[in-house]
């Protein structure tokens, strides 16, 4: 008999994400964290979002039986030929500090481009989320923001690489954009809205 979730496993130790992929769920799905459960995040040797996507709902789901949304994003800069891209955390460092990865974001910059900040050096924000039950992936969506990386960093909110990336037709950076704006209008908002669907209709067995 098929059934509508309604408990879910959010596959992510990233306070950001936890609090974006809540706010966009449905409000009846009562949430879990992986800290809830005390793991940490498995090995990530996919080569796409989309397979790591897959690769954490999967692992996150059979250590706890729950079904599970789990997020893998990141930025693509066209001229660092589309760095740091799923290693967007990773450039960030052990202790995931993204003040790290974007000294070294503009490092490359410099090095590609020593006037790079006098253009609009094209990037975009990617998003593949998946939704697992153990073994089995239910759904993967992907979602993408179009934007531009600022000449330095602005703004506290958001979090990761938000403070240096302008989103298209604006003008300030998601660092520099209100929460309740950008959650919006990022490339995990758009992720969700294909996700509508799915939670509308029943989805598991």
């Given at each position: 008999?098929?059934?509508k979730?309604?408990?879910l496993?959010?596959?992510s130790?990233?306070k950001?994400?936890?609090r974006?992929?809540?706010n966009?769920?449905p409000?009846?799905i009562?949430?879990?964290?992986?800290?809830?459960?005390?793991?940490?995040?498995?090995?990530?040797?996919g080569?796409?979002?989309?397979?790591?996507?897959?690769?954490?709902?999967?692992?996150f789901s059979?250590?706890?039986?729950?079904?599970?949304?789990?997020?893998?994003?990141?930025?693509?800069?066209?001229?660092?030929?589309?760095?740091?891209?799923?290693?967007?955390a990773?450039w960030a460092g052990?202790?995931?500090?993204?003040?790290?990865a974007?000294?070294k974001?503009f490092?490359?910059?410099?090095?590609?481009d020593?006037?790079?900040?006098?253009?609009k050096?094209?990037?975009?924000?990617?998003c593949?989320?998946?939704?697992?039950?153990l073994n089995?992936?239910?759904?993967?969506?992907?979602?993408?923001?179009?934007?531009?990386?600022?000449?330095?960093?602005k703004?506290?909110n958001?979090f990761?690489?938000?403070p240096?990336?302008?989103?298209?037709?604006?003008?300030?950076?998601?660092?520099?954009?209100?929460f309740s704006?950008?959650?919006?209008?990022?490339?995990?908002s758009?992720?969700?809205?294909?996700?509508?669907?799915?939670?509308?209709?029943?989805?598991?067995d």
């Amino acid at each position: 008999m098929n059934k509508k979730i309604k408990e879910l496993l959010i596959g992510s130790n990233n306070k950001g994400k936890l609090r974006e992929i809540k706010n966009l769920l449905p409000y009846y799905i009562k949430t879990f964290s992986t800290k809830d459960f005390k793991l940490k995040s498995p090995k990530e040797n996919g080569k796409t979002f989309k397979e790591n996507s897959i690769i954490k709902s999967k692992y996150f789901s059979k250590k706890t039986n729950l079904v599970c949304i789990a997020d893998d994003s990141g930025l693509e800069i066209d001229i660092l030929d589309k760095k740091p891209g799923i290693y967007s955390a990773r450039w960030a460092g052990k202790n995931k500090d993204f003040k790290i990865a974007i000294k070294k974001v503009f490092k490359e910059l410099n090095k590609k481009d020593k006037n790079w900040k006098k253009k609009k050096i094209s990037a975009r924000f990617i998003c593949a989320l998946s939704i697992s039950y153990l073994n089995k992936n239910l759904v993967c969506v992907i979602g993408k923001v179009e934007g531009s990386i600022a000449c330095k960093a602005k703004g506290r909110n958001g979090f990761g690489y938000d403070p240096i990336f302008i989103p298209k037709n604006e003008k300030k950076t998601f660092g520099q954009i209100p929460f309740s704006k950008k959650y919006k209008m990022d490339h995990r908002s758009k992720a969700f809205k294909k996700l509508k669907n799915f939670f509308k209709r029943s989805v598991l067995d």
